[in-house]
């Protein structure tokens, strides 16, 4: 059974940076696209960054140039390191990720089979 566990998550100041990393574990083969989403209350849950198994990234608009995503597939382990971090950047951010590798990074949020249980991030000064 393949697990996804976040961690990194925390509280920053406007402006700071926060890493966020993603583990999985239970797969022998690797994981297939993997990407963050983040959720708050008011809002639906909304891409941040996706990227395949070869390394194409793919990001939601907001984080366009602040956010960038990578991956260590020898460590089974998916980053977003984020910078320039805004109020609006606090949310739950959640790890998803699916076997399949697809030649897209941006895939419906369906197409991600496991979820991690998510990182509280919140930017407040």
Same mark, same amino acid.
């Given at each position: 059974?393949?697990?996804?566990?976040?961690?990194?998550?925390?509280?920053?100041?406007?402006?700071?940076?926060?890493? /966020?990393?993603?583990?999985?574990?239970?797969?022998?083969?690797?994981?297939?696209?993997? +990407?963050?989403?983040?959720?708050?209350?008011?809002?639906?849950?909304?891409?941040? +960054?996706?990227?395949?198994?070869?390394?194409?990234?793919?990001?939601?608009?907001? *984080? *366009?140039?602040?956010?960038?995503?990578?991956?260590?597939?020898?460590?089974?382990?998916?980053?977003?390191?984020?910078?320039? /971090?805004?109020?609006?950047?606090? +949310?739950?951010?959640?790890?998803?990720?699916?076997?399949?590798?697809?030649?897209?990074?941006?895939?419906?949020?369906?197409?991600?089979?496991?979820?991690?249980?998510?990182?509280? *991030?919140?930017?407040?000064?």
């Amino acid at each position: 059974q393949v697990q996804l566990v976040e961690s990194g998550g925390g509280s920053v100041q406007p402006g700071g940076s926060l890493r /966020l990393s993603c583990i999985a574990s239970g797969t022998n083969s690797g994981m297939g696209n993997m +990407a963050w989403y983040r959720q708050t209350t008011e809002k639906q849950r909304e891409l941040v +960054a996706a990227i395949t198994s070869g390394g194409l990234t793919d990001y939601g608009d907001s *984080v *366009v140039d602040r956010f960038t995503i990578s991956r260590d597939n020898a460590k089974n382990t998916v980053y977003l390191q984020m910078n320039s /971090l805004k109020s609006e950047d606090t +949310a739950v951010y959640f790890c998803g990720g699916t076997l399949r590798r697809y030649t897209s990074a941006r895939l419906k949020h369906s197409s991600y089979t496991y979820w991690g249980q998510g990182t509280q *991030v919140t930017v407040s000064s």
